[in-house]
Every structure is written in C-alpha cells, then in structure tokens.
C-alpha cells in the first residue's frame, strides 16, 4: 500500500487543472477553450467514462487535463468515476474542476484516494503517479481517515493465512490500539474455557498452538453511548472435518474478512474523534484439521447456555461469533454490529457489489440505506423472518448451525445468531463478501471493505450524536 497516494496534497499546491467533463458538456468546455479544440478531437476524447488526457498548451507544456464523467445513465453502472479517469493520467499533481454537488464532490474525492492503494507486500506494484490537491469544500480529514481504514482492511484480508493466522490478526489490533490510545485484552487457548467461550474454542482447538483460538477485545474512549462491533476472525477455513473441495478453498484468506472489516471501521471512528464508546471484539480462529477437530453431531454449550448441534463444521463462523455476541450483549451496548463473511447464499442473493443486512430496527434500516446512498456504499436489507426460527432448532439441542434442505441459509444464519444478541439489543448483522472479484474504479481486484462507509455515516443519527 502506498500510503501517500492515500492522501491529498495540501491546498495550494501548484497543480494541473483538471476539467471533469460529463460527455454532454464537452462542447461548451471546448468553447470555452478554443486553443484546445483540436487537439481533443485529434486524440478522439469524447467525455466517456474513464477516459483522460492531457492537452498541451501553445508552448507544448501541459495548459490542462480532461476526466470523462459520462452520462447520467452511464454512471448509475459504477461508482468512483473519477478514479478511472486517474488510473490514465500522467504523473504529476492536479487540481479539480468540476460542478459537482458536494455529496458528489466527496464520494469522487474519496474514490480517488481509494485508487492509490496496492497491495506491495510481496512483489512490487505499479504505482500511480497521479495526485489530487484537496478540493476546496471537502472535508480533507475525514476522506483520509476513511481511505486509511479501507486500506487497513484490505491489507488485512489480502495478506494470506501463512502470514495473517490469529496471532497476526491480534498483531494488527494490537498496533490499531496503540495508535489510537485504545486497551486491548485478549484471551487465547484454554484460558477460553476458563472464560466461558467455549464454542471460540472448539472451533479453533484443532489449529497449532501457534495458531490458537483467542478473543481480541478492544475498548476505546470513555464517554458516550457504547458501540460494539463484533467481526468474524477465521483466519483460514478449511472446512473442518467437513473439508471443503479446494475450488472453495482458495479465497478462504478472506474469511477473516468481518474482522478486518470492523477493525478498518474502528480506525475511522477512532481517528476522528466520534464522542463514544467503542468496543470491538474478534474471535479469532483457524478451522483446520487434526485431532482435537470439533466433529459432526457434536453438541456445544455457548456462552450464554444455548446448546448448538454441530450438523456441519464448515458452518463454524456463526458459532465463534455466537460467544462474541453473547460477551458483548452482557453490557447492554446502545448498538451492537456485527460483520461476517458468513454465507455463500448471500452472495447468491445479491452478488459481491451488495452489503446485504439484517435488522429488526426500522431506524437503523432508514439511516443506513440513506447513508448508503449518500456515500456510494450500497447495502440491502435482508429480513430477520421470524417463521424460519423452527429451521435452526433441530429438536436434540436448541439449536442447529446448519439446517439441512439449504433454503434461506443467510435468514437462518443471521436467525442464529440473533439468539446470541441478548434480548432487547438493538443489533444488526453484515453478511459480507469483503472481496472485489475483479478490479473497479476505486477498487482493486482483492480485499475490500463492505457497509463500513455507509455505517460510519449513519452513525451519528443511529446514537443520536
């Protein structure tokens, strides 16, 4: 990741103007100058999305820059259109021209700032030369702090297991901490089963003692309503005794994606100083393969009592998250969230461009399809269907963590749990894919960050801040 591409050059900076045109304003942009009229239709810019060139001014010296905008029908197919334009331009600094709304203004502004992120961990990236000055009117700060937690979460996600097992992800959270004043505990091993998280346990006794099961539990701030995030941690899942094929075993790197997704979240809300009280918790585990692995027709005890029948161990996210939710619910958070890579059938509803969500709160719903639209982080909301319950419950425990027939399976995982929020808990569930299958503007093919933009918009009006 190069960190300055993230950012903005300071206001003042001597930079290029660069004009961005939707398709329809060409022609006036072209009268307005003349001198570059020719040269604009020589190298055949018509305004299109993605599209930018450079044009000379009469000494041969760069005079301006063009970015296509497209039309109005055009851009409702994407998002961050800026941003393709600033993959093609030259190196150099640039100064926007546009007569965008605001709202607009800073969802282009972030996109470009977004677009500066690679992943260079292991092999040298192509990096783009292209910087924007920070456009007049836009909250500089904010749009930084906000690029700066995506690329955590994508760094996080990105990075495969050999080097991001769950002692490497409480590595992370433990350098989140320290740069923002936050306390940190952990609970690792068997000091699990003395702290009554024993389903975190079973799902992760079965990885090496270098990879043991823990729960990453971060406090930050001391005044305010209290906000728990809680995000699903395995590290790599490789299905358990019910081993997945290897075509479903390669992504799984990225199952420790609601984690990322709540800490790149955190490091946000964090660095811009929102009047809360944030607590963050990650049960963080491996799912692999030995002796001690939990086995099918197993029946755990969770935190809170419930007992669970283990008909599938490939289904073992929404029982780490179970524990988490169980802890965080005892403090009787003012709103608890959680997010999870937790279900294939959710990607089956709404692909991976979708954040879908479930809540049972009308005013979370609201505030965040609002904010969603807002910034450019599209969620849809899933339902909480009360008449599925009886599917989870398979008669022998109370309930199931993979009912049989695979109908509804995001309902029924959310349904799940839900049971563990603890009643009267304002809580809503993310059931991510927290991966770009293939590169977008804005979005390099990989990790990314799903609902955490719409969400940390939202936030202010969901505590009444």
Known sequence: MTSELMTFLPAGTEALPLHLVDAEALPALLEA???AAAWVEAMGFTGALGQALVVPGADGTPALALAGYGDAAARLRGRFWLAAAAAHLPAGAYRLVSTLSHEMLEVEALGWLLGGYSFDRYRAQPVRGARLVAPEGVDAARLEAIATGEALTRDLINTPASD???????AAARELALTHGASIEVTTGDALLANNLPMIHAVGRAATEERAPRLIDLRWGDDGPLLTLVGKGVCF???GLN???GASMGLMKKDMGGAANVLGLASILMARGLP?????LVPAVENAVSAPSFRPQDILTARNGLTVEINNTDAEGRLVLADALALGAEEKPDLMISFA???GAARVAVGPDLSPYFTDDINVAHGLEA???VVADPVWRLPFHDPYESMIEPGIADLDNAPKGGFAGAITAALFLRRFAGEGTR???FDIYGWVPSALPGRPKGGAGMGIRALHAALPGLLGL
């Open 243 to 245: 081993l997945k094929p």
């Open 341 to 343: 890579t937790l279900t």
């Open 276 to 280: 809360i009280r944030l607590r963050v």
């Open 237 to 239: 899942d490789t299905g």
């Open 164 to 170: 991001m097992g769950p002692a490497e992800l409480e």
């Open 427 to 429: 809580y809503t569930h």
């Open 33 to 35: 100058e003349p001198q």
């Open 371 to 373: 904010a969603a639209g």
